[in-house]
């Protein structure tokens, strides 16, 4: 039983950090359309920073998450909140929902991960 119980708790560690690298990396991926707009290089790069400040931000987050889980199990959270607030501001479609539980819904679930982590880890 005490296996089962580590290889749950190895489960509950891992799996919100390697989700949040896959989930940051796969919002990198978004800012790739700024190449081939006809920008020069300084407009480029600029272009390339703007779109990557959610990236840089969560990334901080997952750094400072890896030891202490309660600020990733919230920020996380935050930012799938943030997310669906940005979305609806603007004339909503239905099409917006697929995006909204696609992003929003990994990060929702990275951010319960990592609560359930510390609050395992607080017991």
């Known amino acids: 039983m005490a296996k089962k119980i580590k290889k749950v708790s190895k489960f509950v ?5 390697i989700l949040s690298i896959l ?13 081939g707009n006809g920008y020069t290089f300084g407009q480029t790069l ?22 202490y889980e309660i600020v ?6 935050l930012a799938g909140l943030l997310y669906i607030y940005v979305l609806t501001r603007n004339a909503f479609e239905w099409y ?3 995006w909204a539980i696609q992003i929003s ?10 609560l359930m982590n510390w609050y395992k880890k607080k017991k």
């Open 13 to 17: 560690y891992w799996t919100p950090r």
């Open 46 to 67: 600029v272009a390339l920073f703007m779109h990557n400040v959610p990236v840089f931000i969560l990334a901080i987050v997952l750094w400072i998450s890896w030891k």
């Open 105 to 114: 819904g990994v990060a929702f679930f990275i951010g319960i991960l990592f």
């Open 23 to 35: 989930f940051i990396a796969f919002l990198a991926l978004f800012s790739l359309d700024v190449f």
């Open 72 to 77: 990733g199990g919230i920020a996380f959270i």
């Open 96 to 98: 917006m929902l697929s």
